[in-house]
């Protein structure tokens, strides 16, 4: 159970009252602890106040005790202190530390008559053991609660206590222990336990000391964050080093203080992704155009760059070959700002501005066959006007004008290439005759 808030901690000391009070009600045996004294000094109160209005104490004579509270017959109280004289059960055990007792009768001197709470064993404490080791024992501190044991126990804590004190508050009841967290505003009882188990107030040997320092250096989370720190740290260096040597120590600087120096980094692993020299892809976006006028220098060079990348990756066709910054990973460079397709057909290879850089001298199904070449010859002569633009050593149609013709030319040349081949045996008949 958990509450926070400003009254956070009354609710929680309310909660473990009533249940000690449930307890009590049904005769179960419980006990109330808390982490401070004063909230222990609460709960005494309370729980006298319940007895008194019940009928179960007998208010008319009472004997002060050692935390400043008085106590009355049919209270519930404890030793503070070992009594090597004070033998019990025929003299086969002493009164004890944490001892539980019920107060049977009150003396005129302020001793007290009391019974063991668990086996039952009769005595009687002098006036000055009471007075200086007795206290009210419905609650008591964690701390000194250790060696107790009871049937139920009610602990009230919170986010400070350490694994220590919530083991041994946790371990005195025999049939159920509760934890009543009070919480500061916003926290969860997940955090609050995670806080609790990971605070310690043992003090660890030597050899515990070294071992758990090893266990921190060596540990995998602790590797890979410092692992990633490094590598972020020399990256930033690594970018910076580039920027220089592509603009220089003072320019550099500059773009390094602006707010989009981020993304203009960024900008720059993503061009090595692509396989781009960086050094050479920044210069290139630098050059595009003037940069005076502009606001945010980073962010210009960022969306020119990421525009240049998304532009050659959406061509697969063509190889950009403007610098070596910006080379297709698909080809090799070839002539300085050009891009460069080849004619499916002819296989010549042609520039944008109609320059063929190369070509190749057959074409697709009009090869010529050494024992007809005269129909070799025909062919050739067909499949080169079919060909058109695209024929070696004329200038070239574009693109998309060279596929459409050698669509739409291909399928005719084939026809005349068969007619010629069937007329071919008649002329020569008529011929012989």
Known sequence: MSASGPLRSERMTAAVFEGWQHDTHDGVRSLMLAPTATAVADLHARAQAYRISTGDLDTPRSVNLRDGLATHVGDTIVTRRNGSDLRIQGGSDRVKIGDLWTVTGILDDGALDVAHAEHGAVIQLPAGYVSRHVAVGYARTISRSQGLTTDNTHVLGDATMSREDAYTALSRGKESNRLYLALDDAATVPDALEQIAARSERMLSAHETIRAEQDRVEDLVTLIDQHADVAARADEL????????????????SLEGQESWGALAASLRHAEDYGHDPIATLQDAY???????????????????????????????????????????RGSPTTAGTRTSSCPLSGATTSRNGTTTSASASASGAQTSPSSSRRGRRISDASRRSRGGCSTGTAPRPRSTCSARSTASTRPSRRRSRTSSAATPSRTASRNA
Not at 238 to 253: D, F, K, P, T, Y
Not at 290 to 312: C, F, K, Y
Not at 315 to 326: A, F, N, V
Request: no cysteine.
């Open 238 to 253: 690594r970018i910076g080093a580039i920027v220089e040597r592509a603009l220089g120590v003072e320019l550099a600087s």
């Open 287 to 329: 050059q595009q155009r003037e940069l005076g006028t502009a606001d945010d220098v980073p962010a210009v060079l960022h969306w020119r760059i990421e525009q240049a990348l998304e532009g050659s990756a959406s061509r697969p066709s063509y190889s950009w070959t403007g610098s070596p910054s910006m080379a297709s990973r």
